[in-house]
């Protein structure tokens, strides 16, 4: 039974959104959990708003009650970001899913949050243009700003907050603001765009997007290629990025990972032992440039077995088997589950930092694929587990505890890539030092009343 605050909540809401306010048993639970091992936690309600004023009402609502909110893209996050901890309401933002602006001769388009970026890519695919970033899933465009994602192509093109220009956005109370503008710079005031990119839903809710477009290149070629340890395969990476060779994805993924690749597809079979997936954009004369001066580096460092893809299905099929890489990991035990960590070093500390990280593996007895963006120097651990075993699971949280800590021990970060939400909050003080108590001081001015989110990234007093 809801507390009284929050029925009061659901009350008014259910006035304003009608039927689109959901109390149903299965959309409750669809809205508990993300793809991640956090325990689920079901909310009391789900509002599907459909315009910018409906969300600013059911905020008004929320302040004026004290209710919890959550936004809610579509749950493909891997640290608890979205499980409503203190029940109340939960935002789906899925029909608000209108692509409102193609601005061809400037390169960018407006869209609302619940715009997916295959969808957006769809739409584009006739202009020439193309929107970059890709976390693998095919995730809404306002959950990547706010939790900043990224993926494997951001080694060219860069992370969410480096193409994102503008935003509406919902404070707690209800206020509608707009940051930044069309315009590709701006040196007037505080970067608030980019304030609540990565704020992961804990200062009001994304209601619109500007984000930037890039032209489709004239041509496409990509490749994998295999290597005897890791630590030459990641030596091949730092040189080609300190030449500038321009790679437009460049991924490591270990030979542990390489045995679930295979049984996970097994129509691609392919060596196990440690792998780059490699893409280059271009001219065809670039391209062909960079395919030979990258095929040098690699036969420097041992590495052999290349397989080019240039054709369209080819590529796809390759980079769909890399974005399953998660699924392909989890067939190494069949009926088990994962813990997820990912951590962002210096790309000169990769190599080391990758050569302890196994031996950490090692010692904890568990069997955990690696996958990495490479070329920017973040990587991904699963370490695959029994749920049901809490020794399994105790030594996999602390195998992950090491493998953060190891990075910050590197002058990194606890997270490149999937954020902070309930997984990762404990290292935040130890990676930001009073930078983080400062997250706080801007919290409690925005969020006075701790509704949105509350629980993730940064704790009230």
């Given amino acids: 039974m809801p ?53 600013s009402q059911l905020l008004r609502v929320c302040s004026q009650h004290g209710c919890p909110v959550v936004p809610y893209g579509i749950g493909s996050s891997l640290e608890g970001h979205i499980v409503p901890v203190q029940g109340g309401i939960t935002v789906d933002t899925s ?52 939790t900043r ?11 969410m907050a480096d193409n994102v220009l503008a935003l509406e956005v919902v404070l707690p109370d209800g206020q509608i603001i707009e940051t930044g503008s069309r315009a590709r710079k701006s040196s007037t005031g505080y970067d608030l765009t980019h304030l609540f990119v990565g704020s992961e839903g804990t200062l009001g809710i994304i209601t619109k997007l500007t984000v930037k477009l890039r032209g489709q290149p004239e041509n496409i070629a990509a490749a994998t290629c295999v290597f005897p340890e890791i630590a030459s395969a990641v030596d091949t990476v730092i040189l080609a990025v300190q030449m500038g060779l321009p790679m437009a994805r460049i991924e490591l993924l270990d030979e542990v ?126 370490i695959l587990v029994d749920p049901e ?20 021990e590197f002058g990194g970060t606890v997270s490149g890539e999937h954020g902070i939400g309930l997984g990762k909050r404990k290292y935040l003080a130890q990676e930001h030092g009073a930078a983080y108590g400062l997250m706080g001081v801007l919290k409690k001015a925005i969020d006075p009343g701790n509704i949105m989110n509350p629980g993730k990234l940064v704790t009230l007093n």
């Fill in 389 to 408: 075993d809490a020794s399994e699971m105790a030594r996999a949280a602390e195998l992950a505890n090491q493998v953060n800590m190891l990075a910050l």
């Fill in 149 to 159: 994602a990224s993926g494997t192509n951001t080694v060219r093109y860069g992370t």
């Fill in 95 to 146: 029909r608000m899913n209108r692509i409102l602006q193609i601005n061809e001769s400037d390169l960018d388009a407006v869209v609302e949050p619940g715009v997916t970026r295959v969808q957006l890519n769809d739409e584009l695919r006739a202009t020439g243009l193309m929107f970059t970033v890709d976390p693998g899933a095919n995730a809404t465009l306002g959950g990547m700003a706010a």
């Fill in 257 to 382: 990972q390489m045995r679930g690749m295979n049984i996970y597809n097994p129509d691609m079979p392919m060596p196990e032992a440690p792998h780059l997936f490699l893409e280059f954009h271009g001219t065809e004369a670039g391209v062909a440039e960079q395919v030979k001066t990258f095929g040098e580096l690699v036969a420097e460092h041992g590495g052999s077995d290349f397989k080019w893809a240039t054709k369209t299905e080819d590529r796809n099929r390759l980079w769909q088997a890399r974005h399953n890489a998660y699924y392909a990991g989890k067939a190494l035990r069949p009926g088990g589950n994962s813990v997820v960590t990912d951590c962002c070093v210096p790309i000169s500390a990769l190599a080391e930092c990758l050569a302890k990280t196994k031996e950490l593996i090692a010692e904890a007895g568990l069997m955990a694929p690696i996958a990495g963006h490479v070329g920017d120097g973040n990587f991904h651990l699963l």
């Fill in 3 to 55: 507390d009284a605050h929050i029925e009061a909540a659901i009350s008014a809401l259910r006035e304003i959104l009608g039927d689109r306010l959901s109390t149903g048993a299965s959309i409750l639970d669809q809205h508990s959990h993300d793809e991640a091992y956090t325990t689920p936690v079901l909310p009391d309600a789900v509002a599907f708003p459909e315009t910018t004023e409906e969300v």
